[in-house]
């Protein structure tokens, strides 16, 4: 059996036709045949381990699933259409009314929305613990309390949370630990080896890895990933058979692209460290890093997500966003081009000012997805539109 995950992402196929093709072809069916009534019956009853409808499980999303899971060393896995799908049904298959979620105050601002809006409909409420309160993490624990969530690195701080501390603690309470595994990839990091339970990815990102799809899958425990796809069976957020393909094709070249985009924003890091325009710069692994020991246990490069702070606020950072030439205005990230997000105006404009700075988003955050152009080109966009908001 192959170890390695440059290899798990190429070679974990679906079973061949008897066309013997050597590309997995997609599998564009709501529904499957079956021999007899028999046969019929028996899989209604789950007594066969085989495809019924693509609401529950189709080739292509099987094979995508199976890679992840290979990747993250999981037992079992879902994929949903989106990455807040995945977030969704995840919650909701795992909590009942009266539970209790102690969360990172750092995380993306539409599961944030979710748990602050729309899961206390159903009387489950969420206490949230501060990046710098992680070792405080015990104080918030309450005897209702089901589930630990968190993301890391953080989303769009670039904070890095002690995978292994959160682990031992959620073991010790016996509390379901939930990574949010999107800004590093199966590739760059697996929270599973330090004691989480179920991880999350939204695929749209670095998982497609051109900003052409939306998926979402959470793999993990198979008991839970059992209720998380009885949930999901029933209330149908499964991902179409196209973006699977498309998703799990993009599997195979993620190495590859992860390698580049970490090697490019870590020049892009270093460059703004040393910008007379830039406040702070966020890198996993820039050596200024408040957590970049833990960075490099934690994780294979530091991902390709940069985090600044411009000098002169929000005006500032609204002549730089207004200066880009060469690089995306967008809210995706994870795109084979690099992409600039002002987090406070998008990403998490519908969470208090008072919640994004506990966050640590302030006002002139700039959150840059580096993306695989030459990195002299990249650089030189990001110095002429920092130039031009000094003045």
């Known amino acids: 059996m192959h170890e390695n995950l440059e290899t ?5 196929q679906a079973e061949r036709s008897q066309y013997l093709e050597h590309s997995v072809p997609i599998y564009l069916t709501s529904s499957y045949v079956f021999e007899d009534a028999e046969d019929m019956r028996a899989s209604f009853a789950d007594e066969k381990d085989r495809n019924i409808y693509s609401r529950y499980s189709n080739p292509n999303t099987s094979e995508f699933i199976d890679k992840i899971c290979k990747m993250e060393g999981a037992e079992r896995g879902y994929a949903f259409a989106t990455g807040m799908s995945a977030v969704f049904s995840t919650f909701g298959a795992l909590l009942s009314a009266g539970d209790h979620v102690v969360s990172c105050r750092s995380i993306f601002g539409s599961t944030q929305t979710m748990l602050n809006t729309i899961l206390p409909k159903w009387d489950i409420t969420t206490s949230y613990f501060k990046i710098t309160e992680t070792e405080q993490l015990e104080d918030f624990i309450q005897p209702n309390t089901k ?9 769009p701080a670039v904070d890095i949370l002690d995978l292994e501390y959160l682990g031992k603690i959620a073991k010790k309470h016996n509390l379901i630990l939930i990574i949010d595994n999107c800004f590093a990839t199966p590739y760059l990091q697996q929270p599973i080896k330090f004691g989480a339970d179920l991880v999350i990815h939204s695929a749209t990102k670095m998982i497609d890895g ?7 899958v959470t793999v993990g425990k198979a008991d839970l990933i059992k209720k998380i796809y009885l949930f999901s069976r029933n209330t149908g957020p499964a991902l179409s058979p196209f973006n699977a393909w498309v998703l799990s094709k993009s599997l195979e070249t993620l190495p590859v692209r992860a390698d580049k985009h970490c090697e490019n924003a870590l020049k892009v890091a270093e460059f703004l460290e040393t910008h ?3 406040d702070t710069v ?7 890093h408040p957590q970049y020991q833990l960075g490099k246990k934690q994780m294979k490069h530091g991902g390709g997500i940069v985090a600044f702070q411009i000098k002169g606020g929000v005006q500032a950072g609204q002549k730089f966003l207004n200066s880009i ?14 992409i600039v997000t002002h987090p406070a105006s998008t990403t998490h404009a519908k969470v208090t000012e008072e919640e994004r700075l506990e966050a640590g988003i302030t006002a002139g955050l700039v959150r840059i997805s580096v993306g695989l152009e030459h990195i002299d080109d990249i650089i030189s966009d990001l110095k002429q539109a920092l130039e031009n908001a000094k003045h």
């Open 325 to 338: 030439k060469l690089l995306s205005l967008s809210a995706n990230l994870g795109d084979t081009r690099s």
């Open 8 to 12: 798990l992402a190429i070679r974990n």
């Open 282 to 288: 966020k890198y996993p692994f820039l050596k200024s």
């Open 210 to 216: 051109q900003g052409r799809v939306l998926g979402g």
């Open 147 to 155: 589930v630990i969530y968190a993301e890391s690195p953080t989303n």
């Open 276 to 278: 007379p325009q830039v």
